[in-house]
């Protein structure tokens, strides 16, 4: 609840948690808010806003708002268990790499420094195009994607936290590298955590947004916000609305996870709050 007060006490904080709250509860509840089934087609292709459509239709006669609202649905949900799953394995290699040094170190840090060298969307691309387009391949793809930056970020935070006194002072009293890693490491390891978590939903939104673009993310009927930009792009010149409607939901969705993050690191962070030894 503190954390909470913190960051609706900031102005782009809330505005961000706001969106996020609004765009979270738009994907909950689209069965509930949706106007029509999402696949149901019709005989007014590419209608403007108003009407019976209130975003305008698609080039099948399909209701854009319904669209948009199954696409938020499908687009969190992916980008969701994308990072939590990211960053579980993340977080445990960087844990190993950052305590227990050694060999652990020698193979995790080059191997994600190696995957770093690649261009995400690059290397998502790559893994999508070898295993063929669909929503778990997608899914695996962008994990393979995420895990180097949380395992590096939780290693440089198990590496500093190591050294600090009460770490060693538990090390003298013979506590276990196990508890010394639930005890102290992992809990000081949760404000990186966090603000890595919360920005990385906001760029696996993008990435599955472009892989949708391209063909390769979740396949039709289906709706995503890529898809539907994929398939509005040939009709521009007769309605625009169709790649209008889900590049507005990406922009702010993407825009409300950054403007949270954002304020999250600021929060979290012990030294801006005055904070000093174990959490």
Do not use: H
């Not at 696949?39 to 948009?68: I, V």
């Not at 993008?206 to 009927?221: K, M, N, R």
């Not at 709706?223 to 990406?250: D, H, T």
């Amino acid at each position: 609840m503190q954390i909470l007060r913190l960051i609706t006490r900031d102005r782009v904080g809330a505005i961000g948690l706001v969106i996020v709250v609004l765009m979270t509860a738009a994907a909950v509840f689209a069965p509930l808010i949706a106007p029509y089934d999402p696949t149901a087609m019709s005989n007014q292709r590419l209608a403007p806003p108003g009407g019976t459509f209130p975003l305008g239709a698609d080039e099948a006669g399909r209701d854009l708002l319904s669209r948009a609202l199954y696409g938020a649905r499908t687009s969190l949900t992916v980008s969701l268990i994308v990072v939590a799953c990211a960053g579980a394995i993340g977080v445990v290699l960087g844990l190993l790499a950052g305590f227990y040094r050694g060999v652990l170190d020698a193979i995790i840090t080059p191997a994600t420094d190696i995957m770093f060298s690649f261009p995400t969307l690059l290397l998502a691309l790559a893994v999508v195009a070898a295993r063929g387009p669909g929503t778990e391949n997608l899914i695996l793809a962008l994990v393979i994607v995420f895990i180097p930056s949380f395992a590096r970020i939780v290693r440089g935070t198990a590496m500093t936290i190591r050294r600090e006194p009460y770490v060693e002072s538990g090390q003298a009293v013979g506590l276990s590298n196990t508890r010394l890693i639930f005890k102290y490491i992992l809990p000081n390891s949760v404000a990186p955590i966090a603000v890595q978590f919360t920005t990385s939903l906001a760029y696996a939104i993008l990435i599955e947004a472009s892989l949708g673009y391209l063909g390769l993310g979740v396949q039709p009927p289906q709706p995503s916000w890529g898809s539907m930009l994929s398939s509005g792009k040939s009709f521009m010149e007769m309605s625009v609305w169709p790649s209008v409607v889900p590049g507005i939901c990406i922009m702010i969705t993407v825009l409300g996870f950054n403007l949270l993050g954002d304020t999250l690191r600021d929060v979290l962070d012990p030294r801006l709050r005055g904070r000093s030894g174990p959490v």
